[in-house]
């Protein structure tokens, strides 16, 4: 069973930069679209970027210009770089397939944006 590890959260003032990560285990990684995706506090989970088996990018308007997504194939591995954060960017972020989220959830990775 494929299992997601994300990492690269933590807490950083308005205006920094993160970067975060996603491990996936298995194989086939790279014929599938990912996603990274973000919960509010108290707020569904949405699709903040996304990215295809070819590489084609696409970003909720909230992080047009701010985020990029990104993978490395050969390593199983989806990429987030998040810069000029605002405080309404904190939440837990997690990855997964996209469009269709079909692998259970991992535990995510905490980002808060805060003074």
């Known amino acids: 069973q494929v299992q997601l590890v994300e990492s690269g959260g933590g807490l950083v003032q308005p205006g920094g930069s993160l970067r975060l990560s996603c491990a996936a285990s298995g194989s086939s990684f790279s014929v599938y679209g990912m996603g990274w995706y973000r919960q509010a506090p108290g707020k569904q989970r949405e699709l903040v970027a996304g990215?295809?088996?070819?590489?084609?990018?696409n970003y909720a308007d909230s992080v047009k210009g701010r985020f990029t997504i990104s993978r490395e194939n050969a390593k199983n591995t989806v990429y987030l770089q998040m810069n000029s954060l605002k405080p309404q960017d904190t939440g837990v972020y997690y990855c997964?397939?996209?469009?269709?989220?079909?692998?259970?959830w991992g535990q995510g990775t905490q980002v808060t944006v805060s003074l």
């Open positions: 990215i295809t088996s070819g590489g084609k990018t």
């Open positions: 997964n397939r996209n469009p269709y989220a079909t692998i259970p």
